[in-house]
């Protein structure tokens, strides 16, 4: 059984700062890619950065770029999203999700989500 689990959110400031985990288990990691998205209320889930395990190509939106960065532990099996100066509308719940291939972005399996509060 595929299983996401991701750790990591919580409440802080504008212009602080988390760093999310998501632990992949039941899945093989290599040749596969992780991706981070997120869900504020009333809107849709967006991807936020996403990850190769296979060649360490990534994906980033635009309004996270130069604040948010994604990592991989291939040997741990997780995946890191970590996100500085914070803001507001970063608000949401935040979701790994899991593909194999290269495709960035692919999610054919998901995580429960963790809460990610940003006052202001």
């Known amino acids: 059984e595929v299983q996401l689990v991701e750790s990591g959110g919580g409440l802080v400031q504008a212009g602080g700062s988390l760093r999310l985990s998501c632990v992949v288990s039941?899945?093989?990691?290599?040749?596969?890619?992780i991706g981070w998205f997120r869900q504020a209320p009333g809107k849709e889930r967006e991807a936020v950065s996403c990850i190769s395990s296979s060649d360490g190509s990534t994906f980033t939106a635009d309004s996270v770029k130069g604040r948010f960065t994604i990592s991989s532990d291939n040997a741990k099996n997780t995946v890191f999203l970590q996100m500085n100066s914070l803001k507001p509308e970063d608000t949401g719940v935040y979701y790994c999700?899991?593909?194999?291939?290269?495709?960035?972005?692919?999610?054919?399996?998901w995580g429960q989500g963790t809460q990610v509060t940003v006052s202001s």
């Open positions: 039941g899945f093989t990691f290599d040749d596969s890619a």
């Open positions: 999700a899991a593909s194999y291939g290269v495709v960035l972005c692919g999610d054919d399996y």
